[in-house]
């Protein structure tokens, strides 16, 4: 906590260290550039347009951000000029300056620093998203201030005694960068960070921002209501990433659930659907900025623990006070809602690999108690991965979700479908013999195989799967479930060995 217009400051002794630094992070001319010009209130169109272009990756990257859903332009820019003039000088410049920095402090070292990046881009993503929801106008300087907010690390990192261990230095939790920093130096990151960011003539506003981002009350200026929404969409970024990120998402969540529920004016339920709603951005964040952020596992583990430490809390309260104990009939059926969709897969609304796994346990005992048989399929489409390079991700998940639909639509009301990995199914058939599931199936791949197809922009998407099948108390005796997968999973490797598009039985 700083005294009002008293801020803090690095001790001369960690500044010279600092100046010593060989690898200091420092700034492109692209990037000089952009600063100047977003100096100039007087800057034309041509001006900007020749600076920016004048980095042909920042361009592209730039008319890339202003087509993504993230920032919703009601017509598609096919160039530099019509993203300059709809998206507005200023905002476009603050967009270039953020990649140009992500382009040259990401590459120029030669190192990974891997979860420092994927906190930043997450951060920025995430801060400016929050900013849609509180109104706050600039969202690009949010974005540029939640992106270097954690600047300071590489710069600390830097240092010859740098406070940070010497294995994986590169890779360190946030939480622990900000420990060993405040034993070692008595300052912390974001300090540094501003100092860095003031030697590269940024903006003061911005370099304050970050000086005071991982503080929840900026106690050095008068706030209106507007740099408060801003100041706090800045620090909730962060926390907010680290969900994602840290190995124990609910200890994080519970740590700023009442916080961001009171800065963000939500109730549990609301506070949930941010949850999903960072969630459901993730693939559009990776694919606008080619980085891995965060497995499909974690991101299912992710909303899981939200969702039970939300109805633990709502729970809680309702049971403090006997005036709603009726409530409490409503939170059963939305705890009952909420346990169903933790059932289902976020993108196909099939069941998930997590809830297969426990039905197929429950199915198999069930078979050796009754001595009828259980036949599961597993099918793989068949070159997904080029679905996914000759038409992008948004394609290849339509493809997913019309396979679901069409097997959910045309099994029976005893078999289960779940969706088990990226392109893969499992199809279970409890109480089907080889001979009734293979012509099922058999049946099942000719009736797709007429239908398989995607319409996208005029053009046609045609795909096929392979499946492999295999059944317990028929043809074979299985240990467990889990050798019943394999078996399946075998099967469709002899199939995709024959040429794909068939059924193989193991």
């Known amino acids: 906590m700083t005294n009002r217009g008293k801020h803090p400051q690095i001790s001369p002794e960690l500044e010279k260290q600092i100046n010593l630094c060989a690898n200091l992070p420092s700034l492109p001319a692209v990037a000089l550039n952009i600063i100047e010009a977003s100096k100039d209130p007087d800057i034309s169109l041509h001006e900007v347009s020749e600076i920016i272009s004048s980095d042909p990756a920042i361009s592209v990257k730039l008319l890339k951000v202003a087509n993504s859903p993230l920032y ?46 994927k906190r930043s881009i997450l951060s920025a993503s995430i801060a400016r998203m929050l900013g849609i929801r509180l109104r706050v106008a600039r969202l690009e300087d949010l974005f540029l201030a939640s992106l270097l907010q954690d600047i300071g690390i590489l710069v600390i990192q830097c240092i010859k005694n740098s406070p940070y261990p010497d294995d994986d230095s590169y890779n360190l939790k946030h939480d622990d960068c900000v420990k060993f920093e405040k034993e070692v130096l008595g300052v912390e990151h974001p300090v540094v960070g501003a100092w860095l960011m003031k030697s590269w003539n940024l903006p003061e506003n911005l370099v304050n921002a970050v000086m005071f981002s991982h503080s929840l009350n900026r106690n050095d ?110 939170i059963t059926d939305r705890v009952e809602q909420i346990e169903k969709e933790s059932r289902l897969d976020h993108l196909t609304k099939v069941y998930n690999r997590q809830y297969i796994d426990h039905l197929l346990d429950v199915e198999y ?8 048989p259980l036949s599961v399929a597993f099918i793989d489409i068949d070159d997904f991965k080029s679905v996914n390079d000759d038409h992008g991700h948004l394609i290849g998940d339509e493809v997913l979700k019309f396979i679901s639909t ?48 995607i319409h996208e922009n005029g053009s046609v998407i045609k795909t096929t799967v392979t499946i492999g099948l295999a059944t317990h108390l028929d043809q074979h005796d299985f240990d467990s479930s889990k050798k019943l997968i394999q078996a399946a999973d075998e099967a469709v490797y002899k199939a995709k060995a024959k040429g794909k598009n068939c059924l193989v039985v193991y």
Not at 101 to 117: A, C, F, M, P, R
């Open 72 to 117: 919703s332009q009601r017509r598609s820019l096919n160039n530099l000029r019509e993203t300059l003039t709809l998206l507005g000088f200023n905002a476009s410049l603050t967009i270039a300056l953020s990649f140009s920095l992500l382009q040259s402090l990401g590459s120029d070292n030669n190192i990974t620093h891997e979860n420092y990046w």
């Open 221 to 330: 200026v008068e706030q209106n209501i507007a740099e408060s929404h801003f100041h706090y969409c800045l620090h909730l970024s962060g926390s907010l990433a680290d969900v994602w990120l840290n190995d124990d998402p609910s200890t994080i969540l519970l740590s700023i659930l009442d916080v961001a529920k009171r800065i963000l004016k939500v109730d549990n339920d609301e506070f949930n659907q941010i949850i999903v709603e960072i969630d459901d951005a993730l693939p559009e964040i990776t694919s606008m900025f080619d980085i891995s952020l965060v497995q499909d596992k974690n991101r299912e583990h992710v909303l899981n623990e939200a969702r039970e430490l939300l109805l633990e809390r709502s729970i809680h309260s309702i049971k403090q006070s006997e005036d709603d104990r009726r409530y409490i009939d409503s």
């Open 365 to 372: 005992e069930e078979s050796n108690i009754n001595h009828w």
């Open 406 to 453: 069409f097997f959910s639509d045309n099994i029976r009301q005893t078999d289960v479908l779940a969706r088990y990995g990226g392109d893969e199914f499992i199809l279970m058939l409890p109480g089907s013999t080889s001979e009734i599931a293979q012509g099922m199936i058999e049946r099942l791949l000719n009736l797709y195989n007429e239908k398989s197809a």
